[in-house]
């Protein structure tokens, strides 16, 4: 299960598990994958999202960490700092980035030639378009909004054997 904290109304441009304390709060709820925010806006404690990776790694040295981000160059910092999964989870969320009415298939693949990759959808249709050009993962959801609706459709996709 991948955990996120949200905490809307901090003081952080991005607000998925913004601090160790949702991490911790995930942890102890038994969520077997932590996601983090891992774009390069400006952090509400002053600290980089190179400084939060590498505290979560040291105060929990078993922690699978899967960063949202919302470019390439995001991702590809991502990797260096040790996370396990990137996600394009903010592709489009962010100021920086556009809006797209699907997944953002151009910014998986790059990051794919290079990494494993696991992606989101926001749609309802079943797995369309993921799993070409190195794309070998898929992660199923809708940004954390709507929980209940969106993982019931998963679970029927995924039964179905969709």
């Not at 304390?21 to 038994?30: F, N, Q």
């Not at 962010?94 to 953002?104: I, M, V």
């Amino acid at each position: 299960m991948i955990g996120a904290g949200e905490d809307p109304v901090s003081r952080y441009e991005g607000y998925i598990t913004p601090t160790m304390k949702e991490v911790d709060d995930l942890v102890a709820a038994g969520s077997d994958v932590v996601a983090l925010d891992c774009t390069l806006r400006k952090r509400g404690d002053g600290s980089t999202v190179n400084e939060f990776i590498a505290q979560n790694q040291r105060e929990i040295p078993d922690i699978i960490l899967m960063a949202d981000i919302s470019n390439y160059e995001e991702g590809i910092n991502a990797w260096k700092c040790g996370v396990d999964i990137v996600g394009t989870t903010m592709s489009g969320y962010t100021d920086y980035t556009s809006k797209k009415d699907e997944p953002d298939y151009e910014l998986m693949e790059r990051l794919a030639k290079r990494y494993r990759y696991s992606g989101y959808r926001r749609r309802q249709d079943p797995l369309s378009g993921s799993g070409r050009k190195g794309i070998t993962d898929r992660c199923m959801g809708n940004r954390g909004r709507r929980s209940n609706h969106t993982s019931a459709g998963n679970r029927t996709e995924i039964s179905e054997g969709n």
